[in-house]
């Protein structure tokens, strides 16, 4: 049952054509198959395993929708989350620092939406303490403090099987030193350091004897120290989404190499991350075309999409979304009809009636030349503003009024308006260009 508040929310995300942070679960029409697949994900790596999953749809098929879904779907099972979204001039996948700093800095729990590092920290510092009382340790004594800390390099050494870098467990020991003296300033900037900051003062790195910033080659040792912490800190382990990789296609030939060859690296070492599930998102053009995962042989012959007679496994690495159709598109605004919050429920159910959904799925669909699937961002601004209408007009009555006119239309649905293809014309190094999905679904 959603609150009035998470209700308010996903009604105004949707208003304005974005995908909400939560109450997903409410609209989740159709996904059930692909929901449950994810959720089996979630068992595994729960279990001890590492695992790596890639969601693969067109534009319109609610790929971004689907990945934040299973985000709050994980944090119900008590996973930390990261949602990162590939950008191409500030991301370069190809350098593991920038996937860890975007991971990190964006770490989140059921209670701590975003930034949430310090509260696990915190968290598993504090089950390191009670351990000690629990075998007899003084809290009040002089050298507990002394104890906690030798604890703190103990349990990273024998989580990460002496994997985790000495700069790594120095860190740690200096945050909860600062924080035990007082000093939060210095200890919060070196959790920004270890969330994967260029920008901390050398003398505050000097405090932890350490130079220069997190490097490539030790960030993926880092990112499993962060892993152990959060076990250790009693989550049930890490989500990783990385949203919209056919970005990678619209970066330059070397760099789109360099970052397929990073994603191959991480599925090639997923099982050395206990705990640890990543969620790609992409396009079949990034999965499919020799510019994208097709192009690295070994990487392709890994996660390849199969499909016979139009049947796919859900279980194989790539998981298909469905293009919505015309009922699936009924039967979300059937649910957000049930949802909207209005003091007289009986004017909506009176005047946005089944019969006029259908009127308003055909006539958004019929803006776009009658393709289906990249209408849902249009089509639900469409049905809230009536929704809208409905509840601030007495003599409003939509199905005697409405006319559907496209505004605000992103460059993949102008092109189906058109009734052209939502790919463009190629870049400049004989790549297409693909433009980052920004849809509801």
Not at 51 to 68: E, I
Not at 154 to 183: H, M, Y
Not at 385 to 411: I, R, W
Request: proline share 3%; net charge negative; charged share 30%.
């Amino acid at each position: 049952m959603l609150s009035q508040n998470d209700i308010k929310h996903v009604i105004q995300q949707l208003r304005t054509g974005l995908v909400p942070q939560r109450g997903l679960e409410a609209i989740a029409v159709g996904v059930e198959k692909q929901r449950a697949e994810l959720h089996r994900q979630l068992e595994m790596v729960e279990a001890g395993e590492g695992s790596v999953k890639f969601l693969r749809g067109g534009y319109g098929c609610g790929k971004t929708f689907m990945s934040r879904l299973a985000m709050l779907d994980a944090q119900s099972r008590d996973f930390v989350t990261s949602f990162v979204v590939v950008s191409d001039n500030d991301f370069r996948f190809h350098r593991f620092e920038e996937i860890y700093s975007k991971v990190v800095s964006a770490l989140a729990t059921k209670s701590c939406p975003r930034g949430a590092l310090g509260d696990i920290l915190d968290r598993w510092i504090g089950h390191i303490e009670d351990a000690l009382i629990e075998v007899g340790e003084d809290e009040e004594a002089a050298d507990f403090d002394d104890k906690v800390r030798a604890k703190l390099k103990e349990e990273l050494a024998s989580l990460t099987g002496g994997k985790a870098p000495p700069e790594f467990v120095r860190v740690v020991q200096t945050i909860f030193d600062l924080k035990q003296e007082g000093n939060v300033s210095d200890a919060a900037a070196l959790l920004s350091w270890l969330s994967g900051s260029t920008n901390v003062a050398a003398s505050v790195k000097k405090l932890a004897q350490i130079k220069g910033e997190i490097s490539s080659q030790d960030a993926m040792a880092y990112l499993r120290g962060i892993l152990e912490i959060c076990k250790s800190a009693g989550y049930r382990g890490l989500m990783i989404v990385i949203d919209e990789a056919e970005t990678i296609l619209r970066m330059r030939t070397d760099t789109r190499g360099k970052s397929l060859n990073g994603i191959r690296q991480i599925c090639d070492a997923s099982g050395e991350y206990p705990g640890l599930l990543w969620l790609f998102t992409g396009t079949p053009e990034f999965f499919d075309s020799r510019q994208g995962v097709a192009a690295l042989t070994a990487l392709h012959d890994r996660i390849r999409f199969m499909s016979q007679g139009g049947f796919a496994s859900l279980r194989q690495a790539q998981l298909e979304l469905k293009p919505f159709d015309a009922e699936r598109l009924k039967n979300v605004a059937v649910r957000l009809r049930e949802l909207f919050p209005i003091q007289d429920p009986d004017r909506i159910a009176k005047h946005v009636t089944d019969e006029f959904i259908d009127r308003l799925v055909t006539e958004v669909t019929k803006g776009f030349r009658g393709d289906v699937g990249v209408v849902p961002r249009q089509f639900l601004r469409e049905f809230i503003n009536v929704l809208d209408l409905v509840q601030e007009h007495d003599d409003y009555v939509p199905s005697k009024v409405y006319e559907f006119d496209a505004k605000g239309l992103t460059p993949q649905e102008e092109a189906a308006a058109a009734g052209n293809s939502v790919t463009s014309d190629a870049t400049d190094d004989g790549g297409p260009e693909f433009i980052p999905e920004e849809t509801v679904w």
